[in-house]
């Protein structure tokens, strides 16, 4: 089973700068890509970035060049740096981490966070 610690959203004046951060925990072999998917009201959840556990990342064209994903390995800790934030950013984040129970092969299963809440309003 793996536990996942989220934190860091809230309320920010549009160009502000937020960090959402993801702590990942439990009986579990190896922690492989991590990622931040987001929901806004009525609409699907979708990928805003995932890294994978060799450092490759992966944006939405929509927060490219505004976000950074990041990660602490050593932690198992994942990081989204969140800038120059627009009021279509508001929406529930959700952290997103592959776990697997085994070394070789491994067997990656995934696992959702609670979800943590970014609005960005004047």
């Known amino acids: 089973q793996v536990q996942l610690d989220e934190s860091g959203g809230g309320l920010v004046q549009p160009g502000g700068s937020l960090r959402l951060s993801c702590t990942a925990s439990?009986?579990?072999?190896?922690?492989?890509?991590m990622g931040w998917y987001r929901q806004a009201p009525g609409k699907q959840r979708e990928l805003a970035a995932d890294i994978t556990l060799g450092g490759t990342t992966n944006y939405a064209d929509s927060v490219k060049g505004r976000f950074t994903i990041s990660r602490d390995n050593a932690k198992n800790t994942v990081y989204l740096q969140m800038n120059s934030l627009k009021p279509e950013d508001t929406s529930v984040y959700y952290c997103?981490?592959?776990?697997?129970?085994?070394?070789?092969?491994?067997?990656?299963?995934?696992?959702w966070g609670q979800g943590t809440q970014v609005t960005v309003s004047s």
């Open positions: 439990g009986s579990i072999f190896s922690f492989g890509t």
């Open positions: 997103n981490v592959q776990a697997s129970p085994t070394a070789w092969p491994p067997k990656w299963y995934p696992y």
